[in-house]
């Protein structure tokens, strides 16, 4: 019995990324969309919370990381009702209170507590 020919094997091809700027200009032309139409249902709930959440994940590592305060959005994007409506939720979401968030709002940055460290 003759020995069938072993299948040729392609190399895998890695798997194409897809570049964050992408993808955050797509959710966010989405967002547009959905507001300048009044559909507000177009993102879902779900679709929401995963984006906020990776959003603040990389935010406090960055602003932890950095030496000055990283402003989250430029000061004409956001409304201080759009801020604190956000803001308040994501209080009540990890059962903080406000002299919680008190203490936290004066603390010093993280490059300026390296520096007390080294002084010492």
Request: some cysteine; charged content about 30%.
């Amino acid at each position: 019995m003759a020995k069938r020919p072993k299948a040729r094997q392609h190399p895998k091809r890695p798997a194409r990324r897809v570049r964050a700027k992408d993808t955050g200009a797509a959710f966010c032309s989405a967002v547009d969309a959905a507001l300048k139409r009044g559909q507000l249902g177009a993102i879902s709930d779900e679709a929401l919370r995963r984006v906020l959440t990776a959003a603040i994940k990389i935010y406090a590592a960055k602003a932890e990381d950095a030496e000055t305060e990283i402003p989250p959005f430029d000061k004409h994007d956001v409304t201080a009702t759009e801020a604190v409506t956000a803001v308040c939720a994501m209080i009540r979401a990890v059962d903080l209170n406000l002299f919680d968030v008190a203490m936290w709002f004066r603390r010093p940055l993280s490059g300026a507590i390296a520096d007390l460290e080294r002084r010492g």
